[in-house]
């Protein structure tokens, strides 16, 4: 099984419709990562958390909101959609002490 | 100046060559470095992590120069399978923040 597992895979949406996107881990890790990745560019964080108690913004949160309900889940939020938000987005996860970051399958996301 | 900086590719590369990457980085206090592969359409897996004394894994090989803020990725006795874009990620120790290059595309050819 999956250590990181990204629902839904794919979904396509309308503008303006709220959506949520989730993620789960088995690592145990304590950070959880949200980022969006488009053609051409770098991956790009959205949001982040390092224990449950503790959300941060990344460079591209405006339109996002995110909720860690546990410490292995996070799930990302967008309040209401629009098409630049087309994008596929991953969630990672990395523990304490290791800076590598493992990622989840990826969620495709088209907002029409 | 981007942060992190790598060739776009792609490196067209026959079945059995020795192919090599570099990936620049701006911020001289940056304390990670990892090397990431990524198929189409699919996460970033991690390939090897890279250390200051230099590290290898089979055909893969990872270095880092500190002087002129580069790391490299050897590949030996390139594969089909090793078609792949090629990721550099760097961290700042003590932050939250990996800095994604936008990867080097790698075809070999057959």
């Known amino acids: 099984d999956a250590d990181v597992t990204q629902t839904p895979r794919n979904r396509i949406t309308k503008t303006g419709k709220r959506i949520m996107l989730e993620c789960s881990q088995t690592k145990g890790h304590d950070r959880m990562y949200w980022y969006r990745q488009d053609p051409g560019l770098g991956l790009r964080l959205i949001y982040y958390s390092f224990d449950v108690k503790d959300i941060n913004k990344g460079e591209i949160s405006d339109g996002y909101s995110v909720s860690r309900q546990a410490q292995a889940k996070f799930s990302l939020s967008l309040e209401s959609a629009i098409p630049n938000q087309t994008a596929l987005y991953f969630c990672a996860t990395s523990g304490r002490e290791l800076q590598e970051q493992y990622f989840g399958p990826g969620t495709r996301l088209t907002v029409t | 100046r981007k942060e992190v900086e790598q060739d776009p590719g792609p490196f067209n590369v026959p079945e059995g060559a020795t192919v090599a990457f570099n990936c620049t980085y701006s911020?001289?206090?940056?304390?990670?470095f990892f090397w990431y592969r990524q198929d189409c359409r699919k996460e970033p897996k991690l390939l090897m992590s890279v250390y200051s004394s230099g590290n290898e894994d089979g055909r893969f090989t990872a270095q880092l120069n500190r002087a002129s803020q580069y790391i490299s990725l050897l590949i030996r006795d390139s594969k089909l399978s090793d078609s792949a874009t090629y990721l550099c990620?760097?961290?700042?120790?003590?932050?939250?923040?990996?800095?994604f290059g936008t990867g080097t595309r790698l075809k070999v050819l057959a």
């Open positions: 990620v760097v961290n700042k120790a003590g932050t939250y923040k990996y800095i």
């Open positions: 911020n001289s206090a940056s304390q990670s």
